[in-house]
């Protein structure tokens, strides 16, 4: 049965300019697993567009909660890394339910779905 369905779209170049502004933005949005991944890609905009759909996802996930990110799910607590496949996988603190993610990227913008399932 599905318990909740999320949608979240990011302006790459917003997500861009706040790497830039403030250095505490990628440990603040990514857990250290994520930001391993993030230090091994080369291309800036790459980097950009990773932490982009990351973001988007991990919102989208806390819109399928109800919750919003804050107090009661941070950044921090959500996890998103690679099945063998290559897929999304997310991982979160104290989570019950099946979660299913896509992350989709244009040029411009990256878009995350998330379905929680029992």
């Known amino acids: 049965m599905i318990r909740g369905?999320?949608?979240?779209?990011?302006?790459?170049?917003?997500?861009?300019?706040?790497?830039?502004?403030?250095?505490?933005?990628?440990?603040?949005?990514?857990?250290?697993?994520?930001?391993?991944?993030?230090?091994?890609?080369?291309?800036?905009?790459?980097?950009?567009?990773?932490?982009?759909?990351?973001?988007?996802?991990?919102?989208?996930f806390t819109k399928a909660m109800g919750t919003g990110i804050g107090s009661a799910c941070s950044f921090q607590d959500i996890s998103i890394l690679r099945s063998e496949q290559g897929a999304p996988t997310m991982r979160v603190d104290g989570c019950e339910f099946n979660i299913w993610v896509s992350i989709s990227h244009s040029q411009s913008h990256a878009i995350a779905q998330v379905i929680l399932e029992d």
Not at 13 to 20: K, N, Q
Not at 23 to 45: C, D, G
């Open 5 to 60: 369905i999320g949608i979240d779209l990011v302006e790459v170049e917003r997500i861009s300019t706040a790497i830039e502004k403030n250095k505490r933005f990628i440990n603040r949005v990514l857990t250290e697993e994520e930001v391993t991944i993030y230090q091994n890609i080369r291309a800036t905009y790459r980097r950009a567009e990773f932490v982009a759909g990351r973001f988007a996802a991990k919102e989208a």
